[in-house]
């Protein structure tokens, strides 16, 4: 005599049949990584068309580090760079992020990550791009015009008042 448990014989091959109806990411046990794309120009842009911030970012970050089965997070970044301190803020995010979770980060670089967004991709633990994508170049470019010939041949003076000697390192004058 068989021993009768209640459930019928083909229930299991029926919800494992019924699974494969299920999208892969919602499945048990099937490993996922999240995508976060990171675009633009960091910082404030104007008024009607904002940068990236750690404040527009922040809660997608924090969705992404928080997806159940994740094995990692992949950060997709396109940005020319823009303002040193949210592209400092959104890198220290994301590191905290990934240390808290354990995460490992890989970021993919599209066209181009320079400046801040080279800095905002140096939070990943990889870094992937292609060939022709431009990455890299943290820095600061400043330029001063090159007149004082002409401003001596023509007679100007400059006149500056300073409040300290150091303030005018970068003036010709």
Same mark, same amino acid.
């Given at each position: 005599?068989?021993?009768?448990?209640?459930?019928?014989?083909?229930?299991?091959?029926?919800?494992?049949?019924?699974?494969?109806?299920?999208?892969?990411? =919602?499945?048990?046990? @099937?490993? +996922?990584?999240? &995508?976060?794309?990171?675009? %633009?120009?960091?910082? *404030?842009?104007?008024?009607?068309?904002?940068?990236?911030?750690?404040?527009?970012?922040?809660?997608?970050?924090?969705?992404?580090?928080?997806?159940?089965?994740?094995?990692?997070?992949?950060?997709?970044?396109?940005?020319?760079?823009?303002?040193?301190?949210?592209?400092?803020?959104?890198?220290?995010?994301?590191?905290?992020?990934?240390?808290?979770?354990? =995460?490992?980060?890989? @970021?993919? +670089?599209?066209? &181009?990550?320079?400046?801040? %967004?080279?800095?905002? *991709?140096?939070?990943?633990?990889?870094?992937?791009?292609?060939?022709?994508?431009?990455?890299?170049?943290?820095?600061?470019?400043?330029?001063?015009?090159?007149?004082?010939?002409?401003?001596?041949?023509?007679?100007?003076?400059?006149?500056?008042?300073?409040?300290?000697?150091?303030?005018?390192?970068?003036?010709?004058?």
């Amino acid at each position: 005599m068989t021993e009768q448990t209640g459930e019928p014989k083909g229930l299991p091959d029926f919800i494992n049949k019924l699974m494969e109806f299920v999208p892969r990411r =919602l499945r048990r046990g @099937v490993a +996922v990584v999240p &995508v976060v794309r990171l675009s %633009g120009v960091i910082g *404030a842009v104007t008024p009607l068309r904002p940068g990236m911030s750690l404040a527009g970012v922040a809660k997608t970050l924090e969705r992404a580090f928080a997806t159940k089965n994740a094995k990692a997070v992949a950060l997709v970044i396109n940005s020319p760079g823009g303002s040193p301190v949210q592209s400092r803020q959104i890198y220290l995010r994301i590191r905290q992020l990934a240390a808290e979770k354990k =995460l490992p980060v890989l @970021v993919f +670089v599209e066209d &181009v990550a320079a400046s801040g %967004g080279y800095m905002i *991709a140096c939070a990943g633990d990889e870094i992937f791009c292609d060939p022709s994508s431009i990455l890299g170049s943290i820095g600061v470019v400043g330029g001063a015009f090159g007149f004082q010939e002409l401003i001596k041949k023509i007679g100007v003076r400059r006149c500056s008042i300073l409040s300290c000697r150091k303030t005018l390192k970068m003036s010709p004058a």
